[in-house]
């Protein structure tokens, strides 16, 4: 009966680490997600001339409006959108690599390579359909991001 206990025990202790690699990825894009919304909401607040963009935005249905509003923003703003990304992007690893159970530097690192090779996807795709500097650079804003956060999680080891 020691051995049954036992048993149950191994078994729930392997569940439970296969129930957290299965999350490390759906965690990792809630938190790049989340932390995007925050600081994009907080972006939103702090500027009422972005707030008209968003209005018409929403308003007309037309998508693309977002993406092409760059002659008003003030550097601040401009500045502000970049670190929005490089956040999400540093959430994305940090809270993945934290959910798995083992090899946290190897999975930070594989985070931040599927991050980075999503932002070269997304660069190489606006190049493709005319997209605007302000895309560009947050694309290489949250490659940055992705970038330090495994190099910092792999140093802290």
């Given at each position: 009966?020691?051995?049954?206990?036992?048993?149950?025990?191994?078994?729930?202790?392997?569940?439970?680490?296969?129930?957290?690699w299965?999350?490390?990825?759906?965690?990792?894009?809630?938190?790049?997600?989340?932390?995007?919304?925050?600081?994009?909401?907080?972006?939103?607040?702090?500027?009422?001339?972005?707030v008209?963009?968003?209005?018409?935005?929403?308003?007309?249905?037309?998508?693309?409006?977002?993406?092409?509003?760059?002659?008003?923003?003030?550097?601040?703003?401009?500045?502000?959108?970049?670190?929005?990304?490089?956040?999400?992007?540093?959430?994305?690893?940090?809270?993945?690599?934290?959910?798995?159970p083992?090899?946290?530097?190897?999975?930070?690192i594989?985070?931040?390579?599927?991050?980075?090779?999503?932002?070269?996807?997304?660069?190489?795709?606006?190049?493709?359909?005319?997209?605007?500097?302000?895309?560009?650079?947050?694309?290489?804003?949250?490659?940055?991001?992705?970038?330090?956060?495994?190099?910092?999680?792999?140093?802290?080891?």
């Open positions: 009966n020691v051995w049954g206990i036992f048993i149950n025990k191994v078994n729930l202790w392997n569940m439970k680490n296969a129930l957290r299965i999350a490390v990825l759906p965690a990792a894009i809630l938190a790049g997600i989340c932390a995007y919304l925050i600081l994009f909401l907080w972006l939103l607040i702090s500027e009422t001339a972005l008209a963009t968003i209005w018409e935005w929403i308003s007309t249905g037309n998508f693309q409006l977002l993406f092409e509003y760059n002659e008003g923003l003030g550097l601040d703003m401009i500045i502000l959108m970049i670190v929005c990304r490089g956040v999400s992007a540093a959430a994305f690893v940090y809270f993945g690599q934290n959910v798995a083992a090899g946290k530097n190897i999975v930070a594989v985070l931040a390579t599927m991050r980075s090779l999503f932002g070269l996807i997304t660069i190489a795709s606006l190049f493709v359909n005319d997209g605007t500097w302000l895309q560009y650079l947050c694309d290489i804003g949250g490659i940055a991001g992705a970038i330090i956060t495994a190099v910092y999680i792999c140093k802290e080891d």
